[in-house]
């Protein structure tokens, strides 16, 4: 099959180096795929048949990310002399895989086709051939020939993921690709092969020796890079895989909610992550994570959002998130369920009126940055929207954020404290009272912090000592 593309001048730089020594060099993978089905690569690796010292000759700013596997990165200058990067691969079989993951037996062979062979799916395994005549140096489109000698052009034009050769055999191989194959499916929008799909159910054994981290790595890109992320997190609770990582979701399946919701908790979960910007992605997955274990069977949850939680603590710290991360989304899950009263119809005035004596004071406006920090107000109201836009039978108003938000900005424009570090005294100070060091002094700290976020103006040090002094 022939194809009309440019190849950008650093990538051709780089092959006509190769070519020119007498190494053959070939554009591979990720960026050949892109390309077949029209979109622009973000970025290029080659394959050759040159060994890892040899590129290290040739390319001396390259870095060598692997001897054993025959990576190299070459660092060349583009248009704008800005180093770029592109990964250069020696041709290789692999055999005897252990952990799941690694092969133990590395072979550097001279024939690209058993190289395209031990790649994990189809359209990953096509290739082009960068001989030195076809390099011009200039960033032009031409036809250029495709090898595609497992069908993945087929395959994309049929939005199809197939695992190369036997589908078991490359499973068994690196217990990734199950999650890949989930992910590229996905992210393109593609469905999975049905040989394929039966063999990562067949492969769980081998999925489940891959690390925390690196299920985590695949799980995120899914979430962020897919149109709708709930495609590929129903395949992997379809083959297992799901369960592997985060049963907890997997409990959420068939449990209905009977009251003011269309979905089952499972399904709810999965839309409001679809509807969701990236930064709420993974709270909006695990907001409802807790319902299954306080279902009163009425259709009420009590306290799934304080369990939830619990819940998601486990869940992150098991998949090896950072503790930033962790505390983030534990405090959106904890506050997902806020409302602020607010007349939804105009003239109502009888219904304006009782909203107005019910509407938060300055303080519980205070009392809610304080507890929900305010770095992450922004991300509960993308979270609060999404929640109600995946439920059609939700009676959010979007007016509700929109005079919250004001509200907050009234607030913020007084002189307030939030936390501990905004009093006008510290330890020092009720140092000089007699208080001691430890849990007394953070003890009345946390009470004057209450006092001031109640009255701002209660914010001086002379009227915090003396309070500090009543305390004692």
Known sequence: MKLRFSIPSYVQKIARILSKEGYDVYLVGGALRDITMGKKPHDYDLATNALPDEMLELF???????????????????????????????????????????????EFVQDIFKDLGRRDFTLNAMTVDLDDEQLTGEEIEKEWDIYDPFGGVTDINMKLIRAVGTP??????????????????????????GETFNAIKE???????????????????????????????????????????????????????????????????????DSAQDSVKLAALLHDIAKP????????????????????????????????????????????????????????????????????????????????????????FKLRIADAISNPNSPFDPEEITLLQKHISEV????????????????????????????????????????????PLMNTKEKLLDEAKHML
Not at 169 to 189: H, I, P, T, V
Not at 251 to 259: A, D, F, M, R, T
Not at 310 to 330: G, N, Y
């Open 293 to 380: 274990r306080t279902d009163m069977g009425n259709g009420h949850f009590y306290g799934h959002d304080v369990m939830g939680v619990e819940m998601v603590d486990t869940i992150l710290k098991r998949l090896k998130f950072s503790k930033s991360e962790i505390e983030r989304v534990k405090i959106l899950v904890r506050n997902h369920m806020f409302y602020y009263p607010h007349s939804q119809q105009e003239g109502d005035k009888e219904k304006a009126d009782k909203l107005k004596l019910s509407q938060w004071s300055d303080s519980a406006v205070r009392r809610f940055l304080n507890r929900v920090g305010d770095e992450n107000v922004e991300d509960l």
């Open 203 to 273: 492969c769980l054994p081998v999925a489940k020796q891959i690390s925390m981290e690196r299920i985590r790595d695949e799980f995120m890109k899914l979430l962020l890079n897919s149109p709708k992320p709930s495609k590929g997190i129903e395949l992997m609770r379809q083959t297992g895989l799901l369960n592997i990582f985060l049963p907890e979701l997997v409990e959420s399946y068939g449990v209905e909610q009977k009251l003011y919701h269309v979905n089952d908790v499972y399904w709810h979960s999965l839309n409001t992550c």
């Open 60 to 106: 001396p700013k390259a870095v060598s990310t692997g001897a054993k596997f025959g990576t190299v990165i070459a660092l060349v200058p583009d248009s704008n002399k800005e180093n770029m990067e592109v990964e250069v691969t020696t041709f290789r079989s692999e055999e005897e895989y252990i952990d799941g993951r690694w092969p133990s037996k590395v």
């Open 412 to 455: 913020r424009a007084k002189d307030m404290a939030l936390k501990i570090s905004d009093l006008d005294i510290d330890g020092e100070d009720l140092k000089g009272i007699g208080v001691s060091a430890g849990p007394q002094m953070g003890n009345i700290l946390r009470k004057l912090l209450d006092i001031v976020i109640e009255d």
């Open 168 to 193: 078991i055999e490359r499973f068994k191989e690196d217990g990734l690709r199950a999650y890949k194959a989930c992910r590229l499916a996905s992210q393109l929008d593609f469905e999975i092969e």
